[in-house]
């Protein structure tokens, strides 16, 4: 069960695509570090898991938190000793920023007796030019679906 921070206000964004629930966002950054500034589209997603990102936007990600590539799978490792360094992946609404933290976008299980980390953030083989977050993303976000005004509202959960 999601609660909303009483100092988070929420933001409400109509859609822009009546078919799926997609807002345009003015920015993402993870960190300090700007991976879109301008023609950002984010949707949300609840068939999926993780979340899903245009290919060149996500790389920029996997070059800042020095993911490796694991053959055959789409999902990237990452080294779990400097997880807790890693930077928010931040979305600008209408002038609110909304964060998803390393806790939120980090897997984490054990093989045996060795701890592995991966990245739930990937791209796709297809021309995605949009975020997708999956279910993953409704954790630290409450998120609600206006079906009668064709609008998202967002807030960050505590």
Known sequence: KAVVSTQSTGVW???VSEERWQ?????IDIGSHSICSSDCVVE?????????GPAEQ????YQLVD????????????NCHKVDSFPDLTFTVKGQKLNITHKDYVGKTKI?????????I??????????????????????????GRYQVGLAESV
């Open 13 to 15: 964004s109509r859609i």
């Open 23 to 27: 807002i345009e966002v003015a920015g």
């Open 44 to 52: 949300f997603n609840t068939e999926i898991e993780i979340i899903i």
């Open 58 to 61: 996500v790389e920029q990600l």
């Open 67 to 78: 993911a490796k590539e694991i053959p055959g799978v789409t999902i990237r490792s990452v």
């Open 112 to 120: 045996g007796s060795t701890e592995f980390c991966f990245l739930m």
């Open 122 to 147: 990937t791209s796709v083989e297809d021309d995605v030019t949009r975020w997708i977050m999956g279910t993953l993303a409704h954790k630290p976000l409450y998120v609600v679906y206006d079906f």
